[in-house]
């Protein structure tokens, strides 16, 4: 048989291969047209799938694979939203907020009860990440350099203009912008935010 006709036919068993493993009367009338015999077929597939070896995963890591099996995204509503302001695909948008409940995310904010979470930047020069603060913490007074895209992932907050955001709500702040916020009682107030050019937040450096 010619190359041409080994390669036809491989892409015979490519295409109608594995549909008669569901019974497919249409993918046995292709194979037969292109004169390859359905049974050889299956007989084939037969003999690779018993030649694979059992893989076994390693317990750890099969335990850490069931366990993100079963948990569920509790910011999925914003998968979207999140990911069209990082500039990511909703994959990786949704890895990222499942990510939010690992402490090690985390590190201290510029005040007590204020933690921060950087990610990556969807341009150079932003600074990109969660804010999450307690209720009664106030995130300090500070000036945007650049834009500001805000989302609120959980709880609320009051903005010192007297604006209140609740979860679910998007802001954007223009360059030059400067004000605090506060979170109101409830859960911890978690937001999502990209800044363009940075903040300037007196006696902390982001």
């Keep these: 048989m010619s190359t041409r006709d080994d390669d036809d036919e491989g892409k015979l068993l490519g295409e ?34 018993a030649s694979v070896a059992e893989i076994q995963p390693p317990p750890a890591l099969k335990a850490r694979l069931m366990e993100s099996l079963g948990k569920v995204n509790r910011f999925e509503w914003a998968v979207d939203r999140f990911a069209a302001m990082l500039k990511v695909g909703a994959g990786k948008a949704r890895q990222l907020l499942m990510a939010m409940d690992e402490p090690a995310s985390w590190q201290p904010g510029p005040v007590p009860g204020c933690e921060l979470y950087y990610l990556d930047a969807p341009v150079a020069g932003a600074i990109a990440g969660f804010v999450r603060f307690n209720a009664g913490v106030t995130f ?7 834009e500001e895209s805000v989302l609120v992932l959980q709880g609320s907050l009051r903005d010192s203009d007297g604006t209140v955001l609740v979860t679910g709500t998007a802001e954007r702040k223009g360059a030059g912008t400067e004000h605090a916020i506060t979170a109101l009682p409830g859960p911890p107030c978690i937001y999502a935010a990209v800044v363009l050019d940075g903040l300037d937040i007196p006696g902390y450096e982001l």
């Design 16 to 49: 109608h291969g594995l549909d008669l493993l569901g019974g497919s009367a249409a993918a046995e009338q292709q194979l037969q047209a292109g004169g390859v015999e359905p049974a050889a077929v299956l007989d084939t597939m037969s003999h690779l799938v």
């Design 140 to 146: 300090p007074h500070h000036l945007h350099k650049g």
